[in-house]
């Protein structure tokens, strides 16, 4: 039993475990490691956090920011496609339709500290610090409101670290030390700069986000996991432990800052997505191909492709995109602004009913009216194409083992409602455990031939996200309930104006979590809403080309553009 609700002044406390999954948690607490992790669950309510469809990190932080799905905040994928063409650009903060919690607790006089979280950059001009995630440029953009943060940073701590700087290898396997160093690295930077940060101002909301526990399972999974294709004795007997060092020194980062908070503060320990093993992929726009949905150009260019595509290779690992804009010149194709970004210029629009695009699982149908050489009608053409999709998607069997490769796909409308489906996909594959897509730049999208079918074993790609990420929450306005149901990333928004005494914008889609929240508390305080918060998108919403670039770099060094 908890005394009686005391506290005058709530505060919210959240760590990000970016893809944290109970399904790691569980075994190694049962072993009696997590010991910070385990405490916290014991004194509070934890269960399954529900992510976003597509469970993809700018998707999800965006919508725990907002608390909306992305039907109203507008951000579909790292990626979104240029109205009018066929060409993509990444989406940062500028793309987000909607008031961040940050900002409307600025707005009501709080203080927050925000720390890289995903789909933030530019940084809000918020009441108190911010500085932006992964979709930064680079250091030397001003990635941190007050920008002169950034000076004081890199005096105490050094050159920020957005991510794991030492970026993947082409082949994990060769570089598994370096690539482990760099994890660790990010988790000691961002629990330093967080600690510091956390003393040096007042604040009564704060969030930090950790990245180490969704690298280390995309790159490393395959280690740990005998039932791998990729699985090597050899390898595994070196590394089997990696995912679960990197957790336990997760666990050192988050004792150390729930240890430093004070009693008038709610710890909330959550992750936008969970994780499992990818055992293969399917190239979806190869399938297309196949399938008779999309057309490549001549098959005489595959080998001139194939060549290029090594080059293509080898020069984005240097980024020297303007030799590659020469070459891509010297095949006669059509100009483009940004020739990077535009992978699918080797398809045929005219012969194209549909293709993929983005990083995860997104189809889009190339529709009269709005794809520049759109050929399918829109109604009951549409309709019936995209019935027929699904029905050949669910067809989809693993030749080696007959199992069904897609779980199931969704119509954009049965996923998101608002006023920005126009910026999302026509369906969206789900995939079933072990299967994972890839629709990034890649021999996928230039057409060219795979020996053995669409179906493929990715080297450097063993582990995915999936749907159930984790919630965590203990402080003195929470229960000790053990276990919760049903909580999602959209609920995370809500529940904090809640706890932290604001009203709920009645736009948000969440719910308040309000069985873990003491009783006491919620009878005295009625839940309360408030105007909408939807905001137009900033006008210049795009990079420039270089920061395009640099941006493109980290996503590959990430291994979501493969
Ligand atoms: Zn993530």
Redesign the pocket.
């Known amino acids: 039993m908890k005394n009686t609700v005391r506290t005058n002044k709530p505060k919210v406390f959240i760590i990000g475990l970016?893809?944290a999954t109970f399904d790691i948690i569980h075994p190694l607490i049962e072993k009696g490691k997590l010991r910070n992790i385990a405490r916290l669950m014991k004194n509070g309510s934890w269960g399954k956090l529900r992510s976003t469809i597509p469970p993809l990190?700018p998707v999800?932080w965006t919508s725990f920011a907002t608390g909306k799905n992305a039907g109203k905040h507008g951000i579909f994928d790292f990626l979104r496609r240029e109205p009018d063409s066929y060409q993509m650009r990444f989406n940062n903060a500028n793309s987000r339709c909607s008031k961040p919690i940050w900002a409307l607790l600025s707005e009501a006089g709080k203080k927050v500290g925000i720390i890289n979280v995903t789909m933030s950059y530019p940084p809000d001009k918020v009441n108190g610090l911010m500085i932006s995630g992964m979709d930064t440029p680079g250091d030397e953009s001003p990635f941190t409101y007050p920008l002169e943060l950034y000076q004081e940073i890199k005096e105490k701590f050094g050159k920020y670290i957005f991510t794991t700087e030492s970026g993947v290898p082409e082949d994990i396997d060769r570089e598994t030390e370096k690539f482990i160093r760099g994890i660790h690295n990010e988790i000691k930077y961002r629990l330093n700069i967080t600690e510091y940060l956390m003393q040096r101002n007042a604040w009564d909301f704060f969030v930090t986000i950790f990245l180490a526990s969704?690298s280390v399972c995309h790159f490393c999974w395959k280690y740990t996991d005998i039932n791998h294709p990729n699985y090597n004795p050899k390898m595994a007997s070196k590394y089997a432990n990696v995912i679960d060092n990197v957790y336990e020194k997760l666990d050192d980062a988050v004792g150390k800052l729930a240890d430093s908070v004070d009693e008038d503060t709610t710890v909330i320990i959550m992750s936008?997505?969970g994780f499992g093993p990818v055992y293969k992929v399917l190239y979806i726009n190869r399938w297309l191909c196949d399938k008779g949905y999309l057309k490549f150009a001549e098959k005489s260019n595959y080998r001139r492709l194939h060549r290029m595509f090594s080059y293509v290779k080898r020069e984005l690992k240097k980024v020297v995109p303007e030799q590659f804009v020469e070459k891509r010149k010297e095949l006669g194709r059509r100009k483009h602004k940004s020739q990077i970004m535009n992978p699918l210029y080797n398809v045929k629009w005219v012969e194209t009913k549909a293709f993929s695009e983005g990083t995860y699982g997104a189809i889009f149908i190339n529709l009269k009216g709005r794809e520049p050489e759109g050929m399918v009608k829109p109604g009951s053409a549409y309709e019936q194409l995209r019935h027929q999709l699904i029905s050949d998607f669910m067809e989809v069997k693993d030749p080696e083992s007959g199992d069904s490769v897609v779980r199931k796909v969704y119509k954009t409308e049965e996923v998101f409602h608002g006023n920005y489906l126009d910026k999302a996909p026509d369906l969206l594959v789900e995939f079933n455990d072990g299967y994972d897509s890839v629709g990034k730049f890649n021999k996928d999208q230039l057409g060219i031939e795979l020996e053995g079918g669409c179906l493929y074993q990715l080297n450097n790609w063993s582990g995915n996200?999936r749907l159930d990420g984790i919630l965590i929450t203990s402080g003195p306005l929470v229960r000790e309930l053990g276990e919760i149901k049903g909580a999602e990333i959209i609920d995370i928004a809500p529940t904090v104006l809640y706890l932290m005494g604001l009203p709920v914008p009645k736009d948000m889609d969440g719910k308040v979590l309000k069985e873990i929240i003491d009783d006491d508390y919620v009878s005295m305080n009625p839940i309360t809403f408030t105007e909408d918060t939807k905001v137009d998108h900033r006008k210049d919403n795009n990079y420039s080309q270089d920061d395009e670039k640099k941006i493109e770099e980290r996503l590959r060094n990430l291994g979501y553009l493969a």
């Open positions: 970016d893809g990190s999800a969704d936008d997505h996200h």
